[in-house]
Each structure stands twice: as structure tokens, then as C-alpha cells.
């Protein structure tokens, strides 16, 4: 009876640890999920998709008017800690555009610093980059005045090294150049020198959804690209955060999306991607959050991973 009750035990405390409901929130549409661990909490900094802009609202079909912040501990209960930011409070931003698409936010020594694309007033680029700082991962955050001079696209994801040494990554968003790095400084809201292109990974494709992890002193970086029809997230790895890289391969095959949009993260002891799907809407532009666990090979790659849809 024993042996059969720690059987039933342990089975049932895997399925509650792995599992996770997807799409994790139904009450809002929420893409782009970049999820992060602070002090125990997953917390998930996704974008916001709604219906109803005008044609000339929003940008490639998207209706992106603010960002939530989630937290939950078990991958099941997820918190909506509120609008952080919405599109009009962008200091710099154009007002009514719904244009806020992907962000992130990142801790560097006890503050959090909270990256967005932005339409900038001033219409210098197609994006460009925002932060705002807080003493807590939920904010309410201090949005600089201004955007970060020096870069402009989209999808801005930061990494902050063990030593200390911060870098911000970001792509150009379609037709408009490479997914780029540059070193930011200490202060977290200026770059230091050149953005640089990312070398090591394929020339073509529509690249988007930067992500950088570490994992025994290697750096994963990884991206979504199309290849030939098919919109795959695929990832690279190297010795350094500014590469060059070594291309290895697709991490979650297409799932007829239009978009995807990931990020990678440990939360007890197991590794969670984070990507979104447009199951609930039927809408490719209405789109939900998801996860799955990615398990790694021996060598440190990774297992490729069919997204659960259902
Ligand atoms: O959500 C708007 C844009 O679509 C994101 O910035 C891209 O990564 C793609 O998901």
C-alpha cells in the first residue's frame, strides 16, 4: 500500500509541477510572454492584443494599448498585477497608436528595469526603445523621459551577465535589419559605443522575439524566424553574450501562427518556454500565452518542442 500511495504521490506532484495550463490567462489576450524569476515568483512580462483599432490605429494588424504584469508560483494561478504601462503614459511615445508590442524587464543589483518599444512622437523610427525603473518587479516604474539613444527596433530583451556587465538585445522588426546587441552601462539606460549585428545565424528570414539565456557558462540566444513558410523559434550558442554564435537549430517547429514569441526560463529546477498561440481568439492577431517544459540533451542542446495546443 505503501509503495502504491508513493506512486499515486509522486505521480500527481509531477503532473502538478510540469504542468501548465495553457493558454495560462484567459480573461485578457496577452502575447509575447518574457517570463523571469525574481526571489522565487515567476513573474511574465507579455504584450496585450485587443480588437477594435481603426486601420490607421495600431501597426500591422495589432491593437496594443498597454502592458500587465503576472506573477504565479505553480504555473496554474496566474496573478494580473494591472496595466504597468499604458500606451498613452510613454513620455516620448505617440499618443493612441496602439503599438506596444513586446517588452521585458530585468533586475540589476536591487532595481528593475522594465524595456518597451515605443512609437516615438518625434516618428525618428518605426520603434524605439523605452525603460522605466522600480524597486519592485511589479512596479509602478519610473519611465525615463526619453528613449534610448542609439537603437531603435523591436522586441528589446536585456541580459545582465555574472559579472555584472548588462547587454540589450533587439531586431528590426520585418525589412527593416538584423536582430542587433549592444552593451548597455551601468545606469541600465544608455548604450555604451555601436549596436553590433549578431553573427552566426542564418541571413534570411523575418526575424523577431530576441532571447538570451545562460546555462553552464553557455550563452543561448534565440529568435523567430521564417523559414520557408514555416515560422519556427530557433536559437544559437556561444562562449561570449556578443557572439559570434554557432547556429544549432529549431527549438519549437512551426505552429501556423503568423507570430510566435518566446522566452526560456528555470523555475524549480525544471525549464519552461514561454510562447503564445491565437487558439482562443481565432484570430492571429488576438493571441494567448503558453507554456510548455523543454528538456536539455547531455551536451546542452535542446529538445525540440511541439507546442501542446489543446
Ligand atoms: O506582438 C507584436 C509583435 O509581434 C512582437 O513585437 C513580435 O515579436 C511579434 O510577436
Redesign the pocket.
Known sequence: FKKVLSIVCCTLATIYSVTAQNPLVTHLYT??PTARVFDDILYIYP?HDIEGCTEDQGSNG?C?PDYHIFSTTDLINYRDHGVALDQNDVPWGQKNMYGM??PDCIKKGDKYYYYYPGMPEDKSAFRRVGVGISDSPTGPFTWEKDYIKGIQG??PNPFVDDDGKAYIYYGGGKGTGALKVARLKDNMTEIEGKPEDIIGIPEEGYR??SFMFKRNGLYYFSW?RVNQNNYEIEYATSKSPMGPFDFQGVIMPNIDNG?N?HSIVEYKGKWYLFYHYWSLSNHNRLRSMRADEIIFNKNGSIVPKVATLR
Request: glycine share 8%.
Open positions: 502575447a509575447d504584450s495589432f496594443m508590442w513586446a523591436i522586441d523577431e522575439a523567430g507570430t514569441h
